[in-house]
């Protein structure tokens, strides 16, 4: 059956994906979403079947980055401006304050901005993502750009703001990086919750609260805490690798 052929993206749990129900996304497409039995994560299990076997994730992912993120004729100041406005590190450090300083990447960085915001608490951003030619663009507009690196090894704080639901499989993609994290490193994410809006051909997995859980504990990372945006339906999570 396709349901033993698809892991879940977020557990990796064998023949746990059933039948649960069909929406209409704001695309007008039909999405065939099946829960998880194992952790409770929603798949979306059609266009993720589809991309594990093409083999194309990268190059779906990378053209949507380029068509989303694409900025025509960037402006310094309003450049400046939206790296100077973006609050998501403050809240890191504002509700985990032990997190060392030293590398923050960000990991599927779209514009730059969460690495160029960064280095108002960090020493240094890595600004990563299948897509460079918006970074490559934007990145040497930033202020005191040359403390941001388009490629690096990872150290002390991973961001992902609305990349987890955009991975086929979760878990393989961020072990090797998770696992490089200092003592005390701090993984940073949000994703959208399951609703008709968020439904997307590269969306493949919606998080609840305990799938973000488990995922964090297959991870080998410790919970810190877990926030909600009950208006637009986004999670935000932050773990952390214990001593």
């Known amino acids: 059956p396709a349901e033993e ?8 749990s064998h023949n746990s994906l059933r039948l649960g129900e069909k929406r209409v996304g704001i695309d007008g497409r039909l999405y065939d979403l099946r829960p998880c039995l194992s952790c409770g ?3 979306n299990f059609g266009d993720l079947r589809e991309v594990l076997q093409s083999n194309t994730v990268q ?5 949507s980055s380029n068509e989303f993120y694409r900025i025509e004729a960037p402006i310094r100041e309003e450049v400046v401006a939206a790296v100077n406005r973006d609050s998501r590190v403050d809240f890191l450090v504002a509700n985990y304050p032990e997190v060392p300083r030293g590398v923050l990447v960000d990991f599927g960085a779209g514009r730059g901005y969460v690495a160029g915001a960064a280095l108002r608490h960090f020493r240094r ?8 030619d918006t970074l490559k663009t934007l990145v040497p507009l930033f202020p005191e750009s040359h403390r941001v690196s388009i490629a690096s090894n990872l150290d002390h704080a991973l961001c992902l703001w609305h990349v987890i639901e955009h991975l086929p ?4 993609t961020l072990r090797p990086i998770t696992q490089k994290l200092t003592e005390r490193g701090a993984l940073f994410f949000q994703v959208p919750l399951r609703r008709n809006e968020y439904l997307a051909t590269t969306h493949y997995t919606f998080l609840n ?3 973000a859980r ?5 991870l080998e990372l410790e919970h810190v805490g877990t926030w909600f945006d009950t208006q637009l339906d986004f ?3 932050i773990a952390r690798r214990s001593s």
């Open 5 to 12: 052929v698809v892991r879940c993206p977020c557990c990796g």
């Open 41 to 43: 994560a929603t798949i």
């Open 59 to 63: 190059e779906i992912q990378a053209h």
């Open 125 to 132: 951003s890595v600004a990563l993502d299948f897509a460079l």
């Open 169 to 172: 499989d979760i878990r393989a």
């Open 209 to 211: 609260e305990n799938s």
């Open 214 to 218: 488990c995922l964090v504990k297959s």
């Open 235 to 237: 999670m935000t999570v």
